[in-house]
Protein backbone atom coordinates (compact mmCIF):
# COMPACT_ATOMS: atom_id res chain seq x y z
CA UNK A 1 0.00 0.00 0.00
CA UNK A 2 1.23 3.33 -1.28
CA UNK A 3 1.61 6.74 1.24
CA UNK A 4 -0.94 8.17 -0.33
CA UNK A 5 -3.58 5.51 0.32
CA UNK A 6 -2.01 5.33 3.98
CA UNK A 7 -2.60 8.60 4.55
CA UNK A 8 -6.40 8.88 2.79
CA UNK A 9 -7.14 6.14 5.08
CA UNK A 10 -5.88 7.18 8.17
CA UNK A 11 -8.00 7.69 10.90
CA UNK A 12 -6.72 9.94 14.13
CA UNK A 13 -5.96 7.62 16.87
CA UNK A 14 -5.21 9.30 20.35
CA UNK A 15 -1.94 7.44 21.36
CA UNK A 16 -0.28 6.67 17.39
CA UNK A 17 -1.59 10.05 15.84
CA UNK A 18 1.45 11.66 15.95
CA UNK A 19 3.46 8.98 14.76
CA UNK A 20 1.43 8.06 11.92
CA UNK A 21 1.45 11.83 10.68
CA UNK A 22 5.42 12.00 11.22
CA UNK A 23 5.78 8.65 8.92
CA UNK A 24 3.75 10.23 5.97
CA UNK A 25 5.61 13.00 5.96
CA UNK A 26 8.47 11.27 6.16
CA UNK A 27 7.60 9.42 3.40
CA UNK A 28 6.85 12.26 1.45
CA UNK A 29 9.31 13.24 -1.50
CA UNK A 30 8.93 17.07 -1.58
CA UNK A 31 10.40 19.74 0.67
CA UNK A 32 7.96 21.26 3.12
CA UNK A 33 7.85 24.73 1.35
CA UNK A 34 6.67 22.64 -2.15
CA UNK A 35 4.19 21.40 -0.40
CA UNK A 36 2.96 24.29 0.77
CA UNK A 37 3.94 26.06 -3.06
CA UNK A 38 6.26 28.60 -2.39
CA UNK A 39 9.68 28.70 -3.22
CA UNK A 40 12.75 29.45 -0.21
CA UNK A 41 15.32 32.66 -1.29
CA UNK A 42 17.48 33.61 1.46
CA UNK A 43 21.00 34.85 2.39
CA UNK A 44 23.90 34.62 4.67
CA UNK A 45 25.35 38.12 4.77
CA UNK A 46 27.82 40.02 6.43
CA UNK A 47 26.50 42.61 8.66
CA UNK A 48 28.06 44.25 11.28
CA UNK A 49 31.14 42.06 11.61
CA UNK A 50 28.92 39.11 11.84
CA UNK A 51 27.33 36.70 8.86
CA UNK A 52 23.41 36.57 9.75
CA UNK A 53 20.93 34.82 7.23
CA UNK A 54 18.57 36.74 6.12
CA UNK A 55 15.35 36.88 3.59
CA UNK A 56 12.74 39.70 2.36
CA UNK A 57 11.04 40.86 5.29
CA UNK A 58 13.23 40.24 8.07
CA UNK A 59 14.50 42.39 10.57
CA UNK A 60 17.70 41.96 11.80
CA UNK A 61 20.04 43.56 14.97
CA UNK A 62 23.32 44.06 13.99
CA UNK A 63 26.75 46.51 15.32
CA UNK A 64 26.20 50.13 14.83
CA UNK A 65 26.22 51.10 11.24
CA UNK A 66 26.79 55.28 10.56
CA UNK A 67 23.18 55.51 8.90
CA UNK A 68 20.83 57.56 9.88
CA UNK A 69 16.93 55.65 10.01
CA UNK A 70 15.08 55.59 7.14
CA UNK A 71 18.21 54.75 4.73
CA UNK A 72 18.84 52.26 2.90
CA UNK A 73 21.77 50.41 2.93
CA UNK A 74 23.71 47.28 0.45
CA UNK A 75 24.75 43.83 2.31
CA UNK A 76 27.01 41.95 0.93
CA UNK A 77 26.09 38.59 0.24
CA UNK A 78 28.38 35.24 0.93
CA UNK A 79 26.07 32.76 0.14
CA UNK A 80 22.61 32.65 -1.93
CA UNK A 81 19.47 30.06 -2.17
CA UNK A 82 17.12 30.21 -4.39
CA UNK A 83 14.80 27.36 -4.59
CA UNK A 84 17.13 24.54 -5.60
CA UNK A 85 19.69 26.79 -6.45
CA UNK A 86 22.74 27.43 -4.32
CA UNK A 87 25.27 29.81 -4.78
CA UNK A 88 28.45 30.85 -3.54
CA UNK A 89 30.69 31.76 -6.34
CA UNK A 90 32.21 35.27 -5.49
CA UNK A 91 31.55 36.23 -9.26
CA UNK A 92 28.29 35.62 -9.24
CA UNK A 93 27.52 37.16 -5.92
CA UNK A 94 29.23 40.01 -6.74
CA UNK A 95 25.86 40.72 -8.67
CA UNK A 96 23.79 39.96 -6.16
CA UNK A 97 22.51 42.62 -4.01
CA UNK A 98 21.00 42.71 -0.28
CA UNK A 99 19.06 45.51 0.57
CA UNK A 100 18.28 46.68 4.01
CA UNK A 101 16.20 49.56 5.29
CA UNK A 102 17.56 51.13 8.71
CA UNK A 103 14.49 51.53 11.12
CA UNK A 104 16.83 52.46 13.83
CA UNK A 105 19.50 52.57 16.20
CA UNK A 106 18.96 51.04 19.91
CA UNK A 107 21.57 50.00 22.85
CA UNK A 108 22.03 46.50 23.46
CA UNK A 109 21.34 45.02 27.59
CA UNK A 110 23.61 46.56 30.17
CA UNK A 111 26.77 44.18 31.09
CA UNK A 112 27.90 44.77 34.76
CA UNK A 113 31.93 44.06 35.08
CA UNK A 114 32.40 44.04 38.63
CA UNK A 115 35.96 42.79 40.31
CA UNK A 116 36.47 42.52 43.60
CA UNK A 117 39.41 41.17 45.86
CA UNK A 118 38.57 39.91 49.14
CA UNK A 119 39.74 40.79 52.60
CA UNK A 120 41.86 44.43 50.71
CA UNK A 121 38.51 46.51 50.22
CA UNK A 122 39.30 46.45 46.27
CA UNK A 123 36.26 46.73 44.26
CA UNK A 124 35.81 47.95 40.95
CA UNK A 125 32.43 48.13 39.23
CA UNK A 126 32.20 48.75 35.08
CA UNK A 127 29.27 49.07 32.56
CA UNK A 128 29.09 48.03 29.19
CA UNK A 129 26.03 48.59 26.61
CA UNK A 130 26.58 48.16 22.41
CA UNK A 131 25.80 50.17 20.25
CA UNK A 132 22.70 48.20 17.60
CA UNK A 133 21.27 49.23 14.32
CA UNK A 134 17.65 47.20 13.75
CA UNK A 135 17.47 46.36 9.60
CA UNK A 136 15.31 45.64 7.58
CA UNK A 137 15.66 43.39 4.45
CA UNK A 138 13.72 45.54 1.56
CA UNK A 139 15.27 42.76 -1.37
CA UNK A 140 17.20 40.11 -2.37
CA UNK A 141 18.26 40.49 -6.36
Known amino acids: MDVASQAARATFNFFEGHARCAAVFRA ?6 ERLGSKVVYAIVKAGGRQE ?4 GDIVVVDRLGSQPGDSVELPALLLVDGEAVTTDAAKLSKVK ?5 VRDEKGPKI ?3 R ?23 SIA
Do not use: C, F, M, W
Open 98 to 102: VTAEV
Open 112 to 114: DIL
Open 116 to 138: YKNKTGYRRRQGHRSKLTRLKIT
Open 28 to 33: HPRSHY
Open 53 to 56: KVSV
